[in-house]
């Protein structure tokens, strides 16, 4: 705290204004006289003191104040910003020329669950056209010991004993999805591991994978659709 020593002045004189200036005590200095007689030193004391004490109380509110606004300041929260919505159209197996190819609009953006139910669904028809159009082929050369009579093509699943692998590839292929090849949901769909070790399960065979099974379906339904107007399995169809 300042004190300010100041010498008597005559009676009725009025104090030097820059002993009580505003840049010594932060505030509007008035003219103060001081009275006659040796208490006049006494009162000048106090009046400084008083002065002092009023600016540093001043700078302490003031500095208070800042601290606050500063603490709400970092106390406050920083916006969270919401992730994107789930986009189909940003997924695996959308490629071109065709990019994200749902004409009939099933995938609907945001809808997670929709989209994976479609694309479990696509991977399992995918694959069960391709091992159905590649034995199409095969089944014209190849015969089973004890299926030697058996008729190519679609006739093999109504005719004993074809019929009967009918039934027990049906019932395999059941127990396999039911329970070993589930689904998962921190997987994604159709992700059965890697039994063989191969390391290709990365995007690049994915989108393999999706576009022959997408061909294959096409290719399933059109030799079958083949021999049931023509009575020829899928490689009669072709002219040998």
């Known amino acids: 705290m300042a004190l300010a020593f100041l010498s008597a002045v005559p009676q009725g004189q009025p104090l030097p204004h820059a002993e009580l200036s505003a840049s010594t005590f932060d505030v509007p200095a008035p003219a103060v006289y001081a009275p006659a007689g040796p208490s006049g030193g006494m009162g000048l ?10 600016a540093m109380a001043r700078r302490a509110a003031a500095g ?36 994200f190819f749902d004409p009939a609009g099933f995938c609907k953006k945001g809808d997670e669950k929709g989209f994976r139910n479609f694309r479990t669904a696509e991977i399992k028809h995918g694959r069960v056209a391709m091992m159905a159009a590649l034995g199409a082929v095969v089944q014209h050369f190849v015969k089973f010991p004890g299926f030697q009579d058996v ?36 997987k994604a769909p159709g992700d059965f591991g890697d039994p063989l070790g191969l390391n290709q ?23 079958i659709a083949a021999e049931l107007f023509t009575g020829k399995d899928a490689v009669e169809q072709l002219g040998f």
């Open 45 to 54: 004391l106090c009046v400084g003191a008083v002065a002092s004490a009023g």
């Open 64 to 99: 208070s104040r800042k601290k606050a606004g500063a603490s709400k300041h970092q106390l406050r929260a920083e916006p969270v910003t919401a992730p994107p919505p789930f986009d189909p159209a940003a997924q695996v197996g959308a490629m071109p020329p065709l990019g």
């Open 151 to 186: 008729p190519s093509g679609l006739g093999a699943v109504s005719a004993p004993p074809g019929s009967y692998g009918f039934i027990a590839l049906f019932a395999i292929t059941g127990a396999l999805e039911l329970g070993v090849w589930t689904e998962s949901d921190d």
């Open 201 to 223: 399960y990365n995007e690049d065979t994915r989108n393999r994978e999706l576009n022959n099974g997408r061909f294959a379906m096409f290719s399933a339904l059109g030799v």
